[in-house]
């Protein structure tokens, strides 16, 4: 029979509560049944083909397009027409480059996810020290309640302007909860119908921003000039810092955490190296498929704010509402300074400039990416609390928990808040984010580095320093991004939260350090210097036993 490897994942702690399972357990433990994707797979048809076939394409996709609705939250979409506004095309190659470099991480992720049969944040279980695991949970979560917050916002935001000003902000955040309720009862009828539903407001995003890409009618020469120079010519540092605020904006912590677990969801023979390497493959193309997707659109709301805010100031948009009388004029002051846009005075814009439909349409398709992105946000917080804690609820539990998380603090502030208000908050979450983007992209390189984890599917030299360098200079900019924005806020910090904030970034340095040593011994799997060292054996733990068993015993690794 073909024998399976049967791994204890390299670098376990010593006194980790993770035991080895045995060989013949036929029965799963109590986290499995609650574990997303245990009871119900989707079956991969078995074609005797050579080539390429549109039938195991279909089947497996599903997981890239959830995943790609990250790029298309209201918190992407806002970036995007900034950088419209700010720097007409010439930054589009950034939000490719973005992209291109989204993808690269995207599927070292999900590769992760379909080699081991584990996501990220269940491999974080069994390669860190407590202290570690417990602190990059803590990141994931704040990344994934600020992510949340921002796809609230955007919902309320859109009722807000559907209803004519009746549905107010804090109405609108206490709406979304019933996504937790329309989030259960489609996981329930099967994760194809989910995935169909999902599919459904991606091309509602599509038609919206389509349509107002039609209507405003950008220049296509000029759209793709931006994309394929990379300059930004006559751009002041305004326009460099919203280049940077795209790529903060573009990757996402927790959807690395995403993809590798949504690929658990189809029924791979991991036996068999065939398969999972036809897994990766299709899984790749249909990837690639649903970020360009989500390009494209991103590109529509570029191109539709480039072509109708550039250069405007508030005066200019002001003469325009009152001109065509649309009653939303009081929004823009009647001033010569630069228009500063976000979701919600862009849809004014629009209805000002191009009629109420206009701006419904625009509302619609911020309704869409809000609905989406909260949903999948669900799932990033049921990956997380499964994998990092090992944790034992119910399902419904896990949502509402995640849920109201986030719901509580955004409905405070919208209660408590204005229109503008709601809307500036978009920078200082993606900043909160950005913080929280090394606990992901470290992991995923430093687990698909490891040939004990990957086999013979671990990254190869030329894929570690790419990814390294990636990693090096995602991380740097949105670092960056995050200083700028807190220099350039307005806020009277006292000497306690000072004092908490020097405490928060030494252990915040500390953690980061513990990643890249875990990393360099994940990457140098066998090599006994590095494992004999004492630093080593305290910071990350004994090395690997490997054995094999024949494939037709049932195994449970966790």
Known sequence: MTPQRVQEYLLVPPGDPLKPQSKNRTRPSPSAKQAYFNETRVLIPDIESHGFSFRKLWAFTGPGFLMSIAYLDPGNIESDLQSGTTAMYKLLWVLLSATVLGLVMQRLAARLGVVTGLHLAEMCYRQYKLFPRIFVWLMMEIAIIGSDMQEVIGTAIALYLLSNKLIPLWMGVLITIFD?????????????????FFGLLITVMAVSFGYEFVVVGPEVSQVLKGMVIP???????????QAVGIIGAVIMPHN?????????????????????????????IESSVALFISFLINVAVVSVFAHGLFGKTNQDVFNICTANHFDHNNIFPNNTSPIEVDIYKGGV????????????????????????????????????????????????????????????????????????HLSNMNDILNAVMSLQLPFAIIPVVAFTSNSHIMGDFVNGIATIIVALLLSAVIIIINLYFVIHTIINTSWELSIIFLVCIGIYTVIYLMMCFYLLIHLTFSINGDSSTLHNNRLAKFLVGTKIVTEYIHSSETVSVR
């Open 256 to 284: 690395l955490y995403l993809h590798s677990g949504l690929v658990k969801s189809r029924e791979i023979d991991r036996s068999q190296k065939a398969k999972v390497k036809e897994a990766n493959y299709y899984y790749f």
């Open 231 to 241: 300059w930004c010519s006559d751009c002041d540092s305004s326009a460099f810092l």
């Open 180 to 196: 937790t309720f329309t989030f259960l009862l489609l996981d329930k009828y099967g994760l194809r119908k989910l995935e169909f």
């Open 349 to 420: 814009f629009l209805g000002c400039q191009f009629g109420a439909i206009a701006m419904y349409i625009w509302a619609i398709g911020i309704l869409a990416a809000g609905q989406s992105s909260t949903m999948t946000g669900c799932y990033a917080g049921q990956f997380a609390m499964e994998g990092f804690l090992n944790l034992q609820w119910t399902r419904w539990k896990r949502v509402a928990f995640t849920r109201l998380v986030a719901i509580l603090p955004t409905f405070c502030i919208a209660y408590y808040s204005n229109i503008d």
